[in-house]
């Protein structure tokens, strides 16, 4: 980007982009309509549930339907990737029949779970057993494969560059692949609509930087305004 | 403001002696002795394409081929030579009936598609999101003619024998090519672009969806879904604080403004002098909650004592009057300001006290998922009020949330 392009630059100041902002309208309702359907979508009943009773929103589905997809969502959250493995096959074998990838993942957490706890044997063994051949097929499942190996290389697994398989998100994101799979295969939109909020935010805002300067969000989770540049 | 659209031909000084406009300048005619090249004519629209119409489209329709037919469609930019067939020049591009060849500033043309003749619709499609010039026939697309177009450009014609005569519709009429199913077809490209752009892990949305929760005081779903999310649940403080709002918000909600303020003061002593005006829309809502209770005499006392005297935020007397007002009624709840006695204004005063609560612990006014929500509709206006061709084709609400709007 060249001098005079940066300079010509239109400026938007932080009171004029407050004033726009606090000029949109949202409904709450809209919003909550929003939130319920990320809480069914995402498999969250319990809260669901409270949140029918606390807003006046109703679900979009019957919230009876979703245990299931919960049991075994809950199954993976909690570390039972075997139960969780079993219960899908008992709901729809073609689930995991026409997922390899969501297949691979959910083996990939059970190795996980294995290290965590600290049998490295039974790990070793079974990424040998289950995953290499996968891996072999597939040079994405191979990277992740090795990735999720380096773990027992390390002693203070928590300090490693492969930390984050250890979280609780690792979890939360394999639970995640599991449940859009079985709301697919139940007809129902697979994603819930919130992320869709994020993504326009940040494709918007990418778009708009190349005219526009303005207050950008770079932090989502607080939403907070950056002074523009 | 929308930009306005070509609409006819632009008939004015300019206008070559050779053609002649009919039909609210709709139709040329050629007029020339069309002997030679030197003898062509082109006119222009009267408008140039607006650089925020993603897509623009118009057709002309061949009435007769006249003599040879030799008879050009497109685009050109503003200073092109208008005694040439559109495409010869620089910054022109024409589509010709009789070889059915591509010009593109150049007097050689290149094989493009069919020859036209009487009878014939051809359209010309200007795609700003894409950059590049395609052509229609008789409702059939012909493909990209001119790819990497991007400048400013004035649908023309140019016609060169005689007897050739071409009529143009810019939209007032249905077109002959589905050009709504070619647009939607584009949103939907956009859609999926802006759905392949990539955001930071789910952790994100989750603990946005808590901190909205926790804003509105739904604590048993806040506690719910806290539960499925970290070891422990909510955290004490957060909780106790939210559990705290929820209650004096109750109040509110259930007209029990005095404990609602007594508590206030209790639990945050610094409320009511760092938000004086939360105070006073209290106490407003009180009167009103008085008058609902049907004692007048009191009513008036509590007014006179509480409202109108001491010291008052700004914007009270308009708010004061507007309450007062309710006791001019016999039946305040069949009176024009009846709706001052509606629950949702309970629910303000409430949220105001809640904003007013979460501030003097340092949170804001919004929860963040809403203040995304608000910087998304803001950028996308500014967005496609500026540059983004693209961000016109979708819609927040509509496309992305399945909101549906309200009908106005």
């Known amino acids: 980007m060249g001098k005079g392009e940066s300079s010509s630059k239109k400026v938007i100041g932080r009171e004029d982009w407050e004033k726009r902002l606090s000029d949109v309208k949202i409904r709450k309702e809209d919003m909550n309509k929003l939130v319920m359907n990320y809480l069914v979508t995402e498999g969250y009943v319990d809260a669901a549930e409270k949140f029918q009773l606390e807003s006046g929103v109703k679900p979009e589905i019957d919230l009876s339907t979703i245990t299931d997809r919960m049991t075994v969502r809950k199954a993976v959250q909690s570390g039972n990737v075997e139960d969780a493995l079993e219960k899908v096959n008992d709901l729809n074998p073609e689930i995991l029949d026409t997922n390899p990838q969501l297949f691979f993942h959910l083996q990939q957490q059970r190795l996980i779970e294995l290290i965590r706890s600290g049998k490295v044997e039974e790990a070793l063994e079974f990424a040998q057993e289950e995953l290499a051949p996968r891996g072999e097929e597939n040079h994405q499942f191979l990277e992740e494969l090795e990735r999720t190996v380096a773990l027992l290389a390390f002693e203070d697994t928590a300090n490693s560059p492969v930390s984050d398989l250890l979280d609780i998100s690792q979890r939360q994101k394999t639970a995640s692949e599991l449940n859009a799979a079985i709301l697919t295969s139940q007809s129902h939109e697979k994603d819930p609509r919130l992320p869709s909020l994020l993504k326009m935010l940040v494709w918007a805002q990418n778009q708009l930087d190349e005219k526009v300067s303005y207050p950008r969000i770079n932090d989502l989770v607080n939403a907070t305004l950056e002074d523009p540049v | 403001m929308a930009e306005k659209l070509p609409s006819a031909w632009s008939v004015d000084a300019n206008l070559s002696s050779k053609l002649e406009t009919a039909t609210c300048d709709l139709q040329v005619i050629y007029r020339g002795s069309g002997k030679s090249d030197a003898e062509a004519a082109a006119v222009k629209a009267n408008r140039p394409v607006p650089t925020s119409v993603p897509i623009f489209y118009y057709e002309v329709r061949v009435i007769s081929k006249g003599r040879d037919g030799y008879i050009g469609i ?302 998304a509709a803001a950028v996308h206006k500014e967005l496609a009020s500026t540059v983004g061709r693209a961000a016109r084709l979708v819609d927040l609400d509509s496309d992305m949330l399945g909101i549906r709007g309200e009908s106005a």
């Open chain 2, 74 to 375: 497109g685009f050109c930019a503003d200073r092109v030579l208008m005694s040439r067939l559109p495409g010869w020049e620089l910054h022109s591009y024409g589509y010709h009936g009789d070889d059915g060849c591509s010009f593109r500033g150049c007097s050689r043309g290149t094989i493009y598609g069919p020859t036209f003749s009487t009878g014939d619709v051809i359209g010309a499609c200007y795609n700003q999101l894409e950059h590049y010039i395609m052509y229609t026939k008789n409702g059939v697309s012909l493909g990209i003619a001119f790819p990497g177009v991007n400048e400013l450009l004035y649908p023309t014609v140019g016609l060169r024998t005689p007897g050739e005569k071409v009529e143009a519709n810019f939209g007032t009429k249905p077109f002959v090519f589905d050009i709504d199913s070619f647009v939607q077809e584009q949103k939907r490209t956009v859609l999926a672009t802006i759905q392949s752009t990539p955001i930071p892990d789910c952790d994100v949305v989750r603990r946005l969806v808590l901190s909205y929760l926790t804003h509105h005081c739904y604590c048993g779903t806040a506690a719910a879904l806290a539960r499925d999310l970290e070891k422990g649940g909510l955290q004490g403080d957060r909780l106790d604080s939210m559990l705290r709002r929820k209650q004096l918000c109750s109040l509110v909600e259930e007209g029990r403004i005095d404990e609602a303020i007594r508590l206030s003061q209790e639990a945050t002593p610094m409320l009511f002098s760092a938000f004086p005006e939360v105070l006073f829309s209290l106490k407003c809502q009180k009167f009103v909650e008085m008058v609902r209770a049907g004692n007048d005499e009191a009513t008036m006392a509590y007014g006179r004592s509480e409202l109108c005297g001491g010291e008052q935020p700004g914007g009270a007397t308009e708010a004061v009057q507007e309450v007062v007002g309710l006791l001019a009624y016999p039946d305040p709840q069949a009176s024009p300001l009846s709706y001052l006695l509606e629950q949702g204004r309970r629910k303000a005063v409430s949220e105001e006290l809640n904003v007013a609560l979460k501030a003097l612990q340092g949170e804001p006014s919004r929860p963040p998922l809403t203040t995304l929500y608000c910087q």
